[in-house]
């Protein structure tokens, strides 16, 4: 059986293992990618790490670390008291703010359950509060939180810009996004159109039990929280002004904050998505393999034939235009690419 269908088979088995049973696919695929690496490829444990997404690592890193500091020093609570301020207590404002505060919290690194976790107890007291329909309210956090996904910033859009830039595709991270949240708005407002018009018949006063809500208190924004939204003014500024590496700089801001206040940041590493990042970052060598690795497998596959100078091979590969030229001590001469005809006459 070919080596990429054994792969392709190995990783459907191990998505089939992971689903069924409670392991971390990463772990799995690392097993499995050792396994089919050494006993198929030949390849030593550099070989298959070769192929470990470290770029990606290290922004899943950065940005979930960052999100865990906003979260921790009240960053992200800031946020949505200031937007619920903007509203002014306008209940037909009230679900658009859920809307824009899960595309924000998103954009900026967070997990989609993180923000469900966060706005869902909020949203159904404010739903409560003012005749809401909880299904509308609900809806719109799950497009924003989709839309704000897919931001130069928010996870998902870092994965695929990654993906694509790994493969040789053209990619656009603000395009991207700006599809993504055009759609997720067209969405939200069919959405509320149909819901909004039937309101619900019972309507529970604000001073009624525990269920009912009112606006945020008003707090004022601190300095650490200062210096945090700073924080991310500088990321998207220099991942997509300045072109600056988004993990490393993700990384930098989160190193700053837990420098100057390192007794709020204390927790923030636990709360990192090392589930996610695991998963994500676990089946390298069964996904892709770079180009330069391919290049060094098919030198190897030729020197079997006959003693090959590995590095000559690799040096052609990315020239080659009619052939690869392939020096053999056989004594027969191999068609290569026809710039190199003299030189292989003069050998």
């Known amino acids: ?3 990429a269908l ?3 088979g190995v990783l459907a088995a191990v998505l089939a293992l992971a689903t069924v049973r409670p392991v971390n ?3 799995l695929g690392l097993v499995a990618a050792f396994f089919v690496g050494s006993l198929v490829g030949g390849e030593s444990p550099e070989d298959v790490l070769a192929s470990f997404p470290a770029e990606l690592f290290v922004v899943l890193v950065g940005v979930t670390y960052l999100f865990a500091i906003a979260k921790n020093n009240g960053t992200v609570q800031w946020l949505v008291e200031a937007t619920f301020r903007l509203a002014g207590g306008r209940t037909s404002a009230i679900p658009w703010v ?4 899960s595309t924000v919290i998103c954009g900026i690194g967070a ?4 923000v469900g976790a966060i706005l869902m107890p909020i949203a159904m007291s404010f739903a409560a509060a003012h005749g809401l329909r909880p299904l509308l309210v609900s809806i719109l956090i799950g497009l924003g939180s989709t ?3 897919f931001a130069p910033t928010g996870l998902l859009g870092v994965i695929v810009h990654r993906v694509q830039e790994d493969n040789g595709l053209a990619s656009d991270p603000l395009l991207l996004f700006a599809c993504t949240f055009g759609i997720g708005t067209a969405v939200a407002v069919a959405t509320y159109l149909l819901l909004a018009r039937r309101p619900k018949r019972t309507v529970v006063s604000a001073a009624d039990g525990p269920g009912a809500a009112t606006a945020p208190p008003r707090t004022s924004l601190s300095p650490q929280q200062g210096l945090t939204l700073l924080g991310f003014v500088v990321l998207t500024a220099g991942a997509l002004v300045f072109g600056l590496d988004i993990g490393f700089l993700a990384l930098t801001v989160a190193a700053v904050l837990a420098l100057a206040f390192p007794a709020a940041n204390r927790g923030a590493v636990k709360e990192v998505s090392w589930d996610i990042i695991l998963s994500d970052g676990g089946h390298p060598d069964l996904r ?3 180009p330069a690795q391919r290049d060094d497998r098919l030198a190897r596959r030729v020197g079997r034939r006959g003693r090959v100078t590995a590095a000559r091979c690799a040096a052609d590969l990315p020239h080659r235009g009619g052939g690869v030229r392939v020096r053999v001590d056989d004594g027969h001469p191999r ?3 026809p710039a190199h005809g003299a030189a292989d006459r003069d050998g």
């Open 98 to 101: 859920f809307f824009l505060l």
């Open 288 to 290: 892709r393999r770079p």
């Open 25 to 27: 696919m990463g772990v």
């Open 111 to 114: 997990l989609p359950p993180a």
């Open 6 to 8: 054994l792969s392709i």
């Open 335 to 337: 068609r290569g690419h």
């Open 147 to 149: 839309a704000g996904s």
């Open 1 to 3: 059986m070919p080596t």
